[in-house]
């Protein structure tokens, strides 16, 4: 059987099945090119570049099962996938340090004008008054999404003598009290929290959860990070929150439609820091997610039972 590893899938994924199946790697596959070889393969691994469409879907006519190294599966149409009897997959766990302690250098590179400040110094500026930051010790960071990411990110705060409050519609709310969490409604995060960070999937409930009104019932003065997924936080009202003043800062990872081009709205404002799209990319999350799923999809390809995302 064949498998096509696509979207530059460490090669641990190759090493766990090339004794088996024949691997085809191939990174930044044209949408078009997908489209053509699909039917030639029992088996696809992606992370989030490759689009699995309803129409690669279509025309996938060995595909037995899909597999997303890493978490989100919103690149693939699950669906679609499921009515043609094919598994789709994902690693749930391998990347969450990877993405906990880039959603926490964000908040606090964010807090301290680090990449501006770096940028500068680079160009010969010494430019210590106008890069004042502010502490993190005392304020309150808001979470929501109370899963693994956001759970890792809320002991981290704590840590860094941070309150935190968290909201989740499934919430632990023990789990969360033990931790030292406070557990709070949607609103009471929204108006009580000095930083607030998100740690949900984009779906059609949380798709611009975070629009102007939500912006304009926080606190002036507010920071946000967003290492989730783009969509989540409004991009263009959050453009316009930030160049208002009442968002002061901004860090945002991820993107409605990646790769971004040069005048994306979050890009050129003074407070808002990016990176593209790097929450999970650690020499050891990409090693986690890859062996997970490839691990995943060797059993199915042997007739075992897998877990679907
Ligand atoms: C995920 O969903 O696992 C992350 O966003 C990382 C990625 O897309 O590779």
């Given at each position: 059987m064949k498998v096509l590893i696509a979207d530059g899938v460490s090669q641990m994924a190759v090493d766990i099945l090339k004794d088996e199946f024949e691997c085809d790697v191939r990174d930044k596959l044209p949408a078009d090119e997908l489209l053509a070889i699909i039917p030639d393969y029992d088996a696809l691994i992606v992370r989030s570049a490759s689009k699995v469409t309803a129409e690669v879907i279509a025309a996938a006519k060995n595909l037995k099962i899909i597999g997303r190294a890493g978490v989100g599966v919103d690149n693939i149409d699950v669906a679609a996938a499921t009515d043609k009897g094919i598994i789709v997959i994902n690693s749930p766990g391998g990347n969450t340090i990877a993405a906990t302690e880039h959603t926490c250098a964000m908040m606090m590179a964010m807090a301290r004008h680090i990449p501006i400040a770096n940028e500068t110094l680079q160009k010969g500026e010494w430019n210590r008054k106008k890069y004042?930051?502010?502490?993190?010790?005392?304020?309150?960071?808001?979470?929501?999404?109370?899963?693994?990411?956001?759970?890792?990110?809320?002991?981290?705060?704590?840590?860094?003598?941070?309150?935190?409050?968290?909201?989740?519609?499934?919430?632990?709310?023990?789990?969360?009290?033990?931790?030292?969490?406070?557990?709070?409604?949607?609103?009471?995060?929204?108006?009580?929290?000095?930083?607030?960070?998100?740690?949900?999937?984009?779906?059609?409930?949380?798709?611009?959860?975070?629009?102007?009104?939500?912006?304009?019932?926080?606190?002036?003065?507010?920071?946000?990070?967003?290492?989730?997924?783009?969509?989540?936080?409004?991009?263009?009202?959050?453009?316009?929150?930030?160049?208002?003043?009442?968002?002061?800062?901004?860090?945002?990872?991820?993107?409605?439609?990646?790769?971004?081009?040069?005048?994306?709205?979050?890009?050129?404002?003074?407070?808002?820091?990016?990176?593209?799209?790097l929450g999970a990319s650690t020499v050891e999350a990409?090693?986690?997610?890859?062996?997970?799923?490839?691990?995943?999809?060797?059993?199915?390809?042997?007739?075992?039972?897998?877990?679907?995302a």
């Open positions: 004042t930051g502010v502490e993190l010790k005392g304020k309150t960071l808001g979470v929501i999404g109370m899963g693994r990411i956001g759970s890792g990110v809320a002991k981290r705060a704590l840590a860094f003598d941070m309150k935190v409050i968290g909201y989740d519609p499934y919430i632990n709310e023990e789990r969360c009290k033990d931790m030292g969490v406070t557990v709070g409604t949607f609103d009471e995060v929204v108006e009580k929290s000095d930083f607030i960070t998100v740690h949900m999937p984009l779906t059609d409930t949380t798709r611009d959860m975070i629009n102007k009104d939500v912006m304009a019932r926080m606190k002036k003065g507010v920071r946000l990070v967003n290492c989730a997924r783009g969509g989540i936080i409004n991009e263009a009202d959050l453009r316009e929150a930030v160049l208002s003043g009442q968002v002061a800062g901004a860090a945002v990872d991820v993107f409605t439609s990646e790769p971004i081009p040069a005048d994306h709205p979050l890009l050129g404002v003074p407070g808002i820091y990016v990176t593209p799209h990409q090693i986690g997610v890859a062996v997970d799923v490839a691990q995943g999809i060797k059993a199915a390809l042997n007739g075992e039972p897998v877990m679907t």
